[in-house]
């Protein structure tokens, strides 16, 4: 493995963020040499990232602490076309409407992240709609069109997988990899950009625009690339029981990220540590070493570092003691998340099938009754065997709250409305 010097690289290297790079040593003497502006790209696809894009987020915060500028491109333009990437189905078209929604609340993510600004070493946020949408396609395919081979294009895996599963790729996204690589293109002339950094997945697409640049006489360009994560038991990152783990505080709650987090698999722990967290690799590794049920405690640290990152320190902590209450004192604590239901149900009675579904617990009734029958449900801390059993104003506790659980880690608070 090549020893980097440089501040950046060598971070990225010890904590396990490299996978790929198109040139070690001359990358290294740039970090080395010159203050570098580098960029990830982004697809506003929703408006919250999830923490599968965290590892990417984390690479432009080092970047930006170790005196370098990181550029977060929003694929404003792109994404009215859809990267084909590994996906079986081309992606639903958007709205100019939707997609500067979407760019809105990303936003907010990586205010907590980065250093916004228009300084040397201030983050930047941009959007590739600015230069993609006032294009002349005639004088694009031109310039442009004429460096890209089609037979090379076909070769990258992203492309075969999709072929060789005989899944359609439209004439949209096959454009997308010519506009990727423009994109790489543009912000070197416009900011100075000499480094794209993505997943593995996106190799092909990074080095279609160095080689682009060199075709259109940028200065050399390079290439970073992140392992694909998943678990030890390999779900992919960013996906719980539950749905998408968003990081917008208004889609998932602080407490319920936070849980993501301390349900991390042992074999993860140190892992995680290295990538998600600012924590020293000295105190990484004494957490790593950890073992029985000492584990436990380094997922918290591990939870609460990367909460408090994302949400600050104080939501991190409250967290982090919510958690404590919930499972180490058996009461229901006012921060778990909470939902509404209608008085009247209560005063009715509301089966408790339809309550969990209700709560966003379960799916469906049959996967509520499924829950039921496999002992996994309680209501107020105490076992429900009956699945048709109606819930009353008459099961609120003290707190004029139900307390509902699935399983020992998952918990939602109910309250009249």
Same mark, same amino acid.
């Given at each position: 493995?090549?020893?980097?010097? +440089? ?24 970090? +080395?040499?010159?203050? #570098? ?14 923490? $599968? ?10 970047? &930006? ?15 009215? #076309? $859809? ?9 639903? =078209? ?5 997609? &500067?929604?979407? %760019? ?46 089609? *037979? ?15 899944? +359609?790729? +439209? ?20 900011? $100075? ?14 080095? *279609?625009? %160095? ?75 004494? =957490? ?42 058996? #009461? ?28 966003? =617990?379960?799916?469906? *009734? $049959? ?51």
């Amino acid at each position: 493995m090549f020893a980097f010097k +440089s501040d950046f690289l060598r971070i990225m290297s010890e904590r396990g963020f490299i996978h790929q790079t198109s040139d070690d040593a001359g990358l290294d003497k740039l970090f +080395s040499t010159e203050t #570098v502006s580098a960029y990830i790209g982004f697809d506003p696809t929703a408006s919250s990232l999830h923490a $599968g894009g965290l590892i990417q987020i984390m690479m432009l915060y080092w970047l &930006q602490q170790t005196g370098h500028r990181p550029v977060a491109l929003m694929g404003g333009g792109t994404g009215m #076309v $859809g990267d084909p990437s590994f996906k079986d189905e081309a992606r639903k =078209l958007m709205t100019p409407q939707t997609i &500067q929604s979407n %760019i809105d609340g990303i936003r907010k993510v990586f205010s907590n992240y980065l250093n916004l600004g228009s300084g040397a070493r201030d983050a930047l946020m941009l959007n590739n709609a600015e230069w993609l949408l006032p294009l002349n396609y005639l004088e694009f395919l031109r310039d442009v069109g004429q460096h890209f081979s089609v *037979n090379r294009m076909l070769s990258f895996d992203s492309v075969k997988q999709r072929l060789d599963r005989e899944q +359609s790729l +439209s004439f949209l996204e096959f454009n997308y990899m010519i506009l990727q690589a423009y994109d790489f293109v543009e912000l070197n002339r416009r900011h $100075g950009v000499r480094l794209q950094m993505g997943g593995s997945d996106q190799w092909g697409n990074i080095v *279609n625009g %160095i080689d682009l640049g060199r075709r259109l006489d940028t200065p050399q360009l390079y290439a970073l690339t992140t392992p694909l994560l998943t678990t030890a038991s390999g779900a992919k990152m960013g996906k719980s029981l539950s749905g998408a783990v968003w990081l917008n505080a208004d889609m998932l709650s602080p407490y319920d990220f936070w849980q993501y987090w301390r349900n991390t698999e042992d074999a993860d722990v140190g892992r995680f540590l290295k990538l998600y967290t600012t924590l020293p690799l000295d105190e990484i590794a004494r =957490l790593e070493a950890l073992g029985g049920s000492e584990i436990n405690e380094a997922k918290k640290v591990l939870a609460t570092e990367v909460t408090a990152l994302l949400h600050g320190r104080e939501a991190a902590n409250a967290a982090g003691e919510t958690a404590r209450k919930t499972f180490e004192e058996g #009461v229901t604590a006012d921060s778990l998340p909470t939902v509404k239901v209608e008085k009247a149900l209560l005063e009715a009675g509301i089966g408790i099938l339809s309550l969990f579904v209700s709560a966003g =617990l379960a799916a469906s *009734n $049959g996967e509520a009754r499924r829950h039921i029958q496999g002992g996994a449900v309680r209501l107020n801390d105490q076992p429900v065997t009956d699945e048709r059993r109606l819930v009353t104003l008459q099961d609120l506790n003290p707190q004029n709250a139900l307390k509902l659980s699935l399983g020992k880690k998952k918990h939602m608070l109910v309250r009249p409305a």
